[in-house]
Nanobody
Framework: QVQLVESGGGLVQAGGSLRLSCAASGGTINTYTMGWFRQAPGKERELVARIGWSGGSTFYADSVKARFTISRDNAKNTVYLQMNSLKPEDTAVYYC???????????WGQGTQVTVSS
């Protein structure tokens, strides 16, 4: 079972940038589609970005297009989320997840808090 650990969250001013990292251990993620999700208080968890196993087939939620970039380095067993031009509405706990079987996201990190001040 692969374990995922997010890092890079924190408090940032609106308009600033953060890069989140998702480090995998206990197994390789080179065959897995990976996703970044976020959940704000009182809101549903939403898919922010997704990337295919080879680095292609990227997807972004409309709310983050042109601001966020998902990438992966399979050699480092790591997935990244570069977040630019951050807005207060981006405030949430961000989770990294992996599709280890089929289309189900069944491996999840603990999450990292991102807070964007106005």
């Amino acid at each position: 079972q692969v374990q995922l650990v997010e890092s890079g969250g924190g408090l940032v001013q609106a308009g600033g940038s953060l890069r989140l990292s998702c480090a995998a251990s206990g197994g390789t993620i080179n065959t897995y589609t990976m996703g970044w999700f976020r959940q704000a208080p009182g809101k549903e968890r939403e898919l922010v970005a997704r990337i295919g196993w080879s680095g292609g087939s990227t997807f972004y939620a409309d709310s983050v297009k042109a601001r966020f970039t998902i990438s992966r380095d399979n050699a480092k067993n790591t997935v990244y989320l570069q977040m630019n031009s951050l807005k207060p509405e981006d405030t949430a706990v961000y989770y990294c997840a992996a599709r280890t079987r089929g289309y189900q996201y069944n491996a999840w990190g603990q999450g990292t808090q991102v807070t964007v001040s106005s």
